[in-house]
């Protein structure tokens, strides 16, 4: 997802935070390292709101109610697993879904009306659905169980270090730390429910998969001339307006904006000229352009994976239907 500078995280510190994704760092894999050309582009749109912007790879992603079913399906997993080594264990509730337009900052702040009233404040959201109380604290073996054994208490090989990629996988593995008489997964609870749903099997594509491609485009369109040359022209019109900024996605850093001074006087007025300068280059324009036409030739490298995805992706959503109902 779109940082809130409007730039996407890195994929290696997504895939860390998370400890979720099949493999913590992967490139997109199919996509051919010395495919360094500038695709064309033609047919450049003015776009002065992204909210709601298709991009081509988000035929690929997940629904926001889709995304909050499988993470049910997933604590139902979970709860299952613990059940089984004597542990009642109640999964706070997912997130509910935000009902926000995808796509809304990618290029960072382009709406006037937000530039306006917020600057570079975020505007507040609505709470959704209030989640139920948090799970009871649990013990250090029920934590064991949870999040997997530790390095101290994996004594059969297995540690936190190598997790495994698949739950055929993990089936042949042990942590050696047992719990009522069962060996406890490696990664605990967590990490089983996570292989149940989203890797049964070795074939699994990365859950981070489209997320990398996503990164790659963004990475390949940051460095095509087309979109140096507005940002450019972006900050020539940030200049004339008394603000010294070259990247759209630090201006409140490089300006000397942070946290609370974010909706402030000055931040309001940099906010809007920040604005009014992406639509008189078209910035939007032109960066959308760039960075589907590398989404492309991406999907069109990656169509192999990316049709197995699709179909992996029916069968998590129908596996998460199950446990759900």
Excluded at 270 to 283: L, S
């Amino acid at each position: 997802m779109p940082a809130p500078s409007g730039r996407l995280l890195p994929a290696c510190l997504l895939a860390a935070a998370a400890a979720l994704a099949l493999s913590g760092c992967s490139s997109s894999g199919d996509t051919a390292d010395n495919d360094k050309g500038e695709p064309p582009v033609s047919g450049i749109k003015k776009i002065t709101a992204t909210a709601g912007l298709a991009f081509p790879l988000d035929s690929y992603e997940r629904s926001d109610t889709e995304t909050s079913q499988l993470d049910r399906a997933q604590n139902v997993l979970v709860e299952r697993c613990m059940k089984r080594y004597g542990f009642a264990y109640d999964a706070p509730d997912p997130l509910a879904p935000t009902r926000s337009q995808p796509n809304a900052k990618v290029f960072g702040l382009v709406d006037a009306r937000t530039a306006a009233r917020y600057g570079y404040a975020e505007p507040p959201r609505s709470s959704g659905i209030p989640q139920k109380k948090p799970a009871p604290q649990l013990g250090a073996t029920g934590q064991q169980v949870l999040a997997g054994p530790d390095k101290k208490h994996a004594k059969g090989g297995g540690s936190t270090a190598k997790v495994p990629m698949s739950l055929a996988d993990s089936r042949t593995r042990k942590s050696g730390f047992v719990v009522n008489g069962k060996d406890v997964p490696i990664g605990g609870c967590s990490r089983e429910a996570f292989l149940e749903l989203y890797a049964p099997k070795a074939d699994a594509v990365d859950v981070m998969y489209v997320f990398n491609l996503r990164a790659e485009s963004e990475s390949r369109a940051l460095s095509d001339s087309r979109v140096k040359e507005v940002t450019k022209a972006w900050s020539g019109c940030m200049a004339k307006a008394g603000y010294t900024t070259s990247d759209p996605a630090s201006v409140s850093r490089d300006l000397g904006i942070m946290d609370d001074a974010r909706n402030s006087t000055k931040a309001i007025a940099a906010a809007k000229a920040d604005v009014r300068c992406k639509t008189e280059v078209n910035y939007s324009g032109i960066r959308y352009a760039v960075q589907s036409a590398y989404q492309k030739r991406l999907i069109d490298k990656s169509a192999e994976t990316l049709e197995l995805l699709k179909k992996q992706s029916q069968e998590r959503l129908r596996r998460a239907a199950e446990l759900t109902a």
